[in-house]
């Protein structure tokens, strides 16, 4: 009857106010106790290189050279199935089917010859149709504000759809994810319509995939009113699937998926997992944090080709006076690169190109300025001797805005391209490891009796 009379008067706000209240005050863990117990707090050791926790063959991602000994700072490099990512782009110079093709390489560790990348590519066409019942019943009822959760629903969703969804032998799962792949595309796109139309009242456009066409170009086709693009937009959103697609085995995401497979899980589950895991704005969701960042500059910043003006309102930035107060520049920095990051470099080529196509030039050029600032001012802020470069979030969303992409689909768009990259892993995963992936945690609270109710405070 105490409990009672104690929460009488109170409405469901103010009773989680309370529960909230009593939440917090009983997870504070003492900060020093992470150094005294040696703690790899994100699975970095005290540098920030990441702790070893299993082996791959699907890429590479380098950003030292080791000289005697020593690691030492050195031009980003990234190697997908052993070839450099620079070489991919140059190699798939005016191919159509790039982003296809990269798909091959990372799930069977070579380039397809022509009759094997026919083969492939017929299967994909085949694969990529999305039935009307699968569009109504589920994509376009419930719709959300947040297409990640949306697409997180239709692939969980995609279970139900599957005559063998348990069975997770090597030749079931390479087709799963290569279905997965196939339909991804038409479930962003189409929830991202299915918002316009129940959420923001606009006219609701739902256009079939072209067979034939590649997933960049289906993407273009199916998100735009007229469905019209030009080659050059179809090569750049082509190269961004492409250098999206796999980053190791060590990035958020695509370790989630490690960790999940080692727990013997469907696909669907281990797909949706990862998309939970990239939704986050620490990573997948950061280029639409730039994109915010660069907004908040060109309105407060009044001539953009000044210099001195654009560097002092960095500095309010960093001093957390500007923008969202989080004191970060939002693109620059890596975990591994620390001269350049390969995919940085890339898509900037292909930013410049786009932006004289589009007339965008100034906006180009701010990006640029800012990239060539920031990381001497972090590195100021910061009192660092590691350089800070710009990584490959920079200029994506700035390319993903030029394309008229809206920010709803950023970072379904990712999810898109590293989609391959979680698949082939996970069929690498199943293939090699024989545990479930555990770690440790260390208890560090106290141990206390039981109390009866009526002597509790």
Aim: hydrophobic share 40%; aromatic share 10%; with cysteine.
């Amino acid at each position: 009857m105490e409990e009672n009379r104690n929460t009488q008067g109170m409405n469901m706000e103010d009773r989680l106010a309370a529960l909230e209240k009593e939440l917090m005050g009983n997870r504070r863990i003492d900060p020093n106790l992470y150094a005294e117990y040696d703690v790899k707090r994100g699975l970095r050791d005290a540098t920030g290189k990441g702790v070893l926790t299993g082996l791959t063959e699907i890429s590479d991602v380098c950003g030292y050279e080791l000289v005697g000994g020593r690691q030492i700072p050195a031009e980003g490099r990234l190697y997908y199935q052993g070839i450099n990512v620079n070489e991919l782009i140059e190699g798939l110079k005016g191919r159509k089917y790039g982003f296809e093709e990269t798909i091959y390489l990372l799930f069977f560790g070579k380039l397809p010859n022509k009759e094997q990348l026919r083969t492939f590519l017929d299967v994909l066409f085949e694969m990529q149709e999305l039935s009307g019942r699968f569009v109504r019943d589920v994509v376009m009822k419930a719709s959300n504000a947040n297409i990640m959760n949306a697409m997180q629903r239709c692939i969980l969703t995609l279970y139900t759809y599957d005559e063998n969804p348990e069975d997770i032998s090597g030749a079931n799962v390479l087709r799963q994810s290569l279905d997965m792949i196939a339909k991804m595309p038409l479930i962003a796109v189409y929830s991202y319509h299915a918002y316009c139309h129940f959420r923001k009242d606009q006219t609701l456009l739902i256009r079939n995939p072209r067979s034939g066409l590649s997933m960049a170009e289906n993407m273009l086709l199916m998100l735009r009113p007229d469905g019209q693009y030009t080659e050059l937009e179809a090569r750049v959103l082509d190269v961004a699937l492409i250098l999206h697609a796999e980053h190791g085995g060590g990035n958020n995401s695509t370790f989630t998926t490690h960790v999940v497979t080692s727990s013997g899980t469907d696909t669907y589950s281990s797909v949706a997992a990862s998309i939970g895991s990239l939704k986050g704005p620490r990573h997948g969701g950061a280029n639409l944090k730039v994109q915010n960042m660069f907004a908040d500059i060109m309105e407060h910043v009044h001539d953009w080709t000044d210099e001195a003006e654009v560097s002092e309102y960095l500095k309010k930035i960093l001093d957390k006076k500007a923008f969202d107060g989080s004191g970060l520049i939002y693109g620059m920095g890596h975990a591994v690169y620390t001269l350049s990051d390969p995919r940085e470099v890339i898509l900037k080529k292909f930013a410049r190109a786009l932006a004289e196509e589009k007339g965008q030039t100034e906006q180009f050029a701010l990006y640029e300025l800012v990239e060539r600032l920031a990381g001497r001012l972090i590195m100021e802020h910061r009192k660092l001797f590691k350089n800070v470069c710009a990584n490959v979030d920079f200029y994506s969303g700035f390319v993903y805005a030029m394309l008229d992409i809206p920010q709803e689909l950023f970072t379904p768009i990712f999810a898109i391209s590293r989609l391959p990259g979680w698949s082939a892993h996970r069929l690498e995963e199943l293939t090699n490891a024989g545990k479930i992936i555990r770690p440790a945690y260390k208890y560090v609270g106290g141990h206390s009796a039981f109390v009866p109710m009526d002597q509790r405070m």
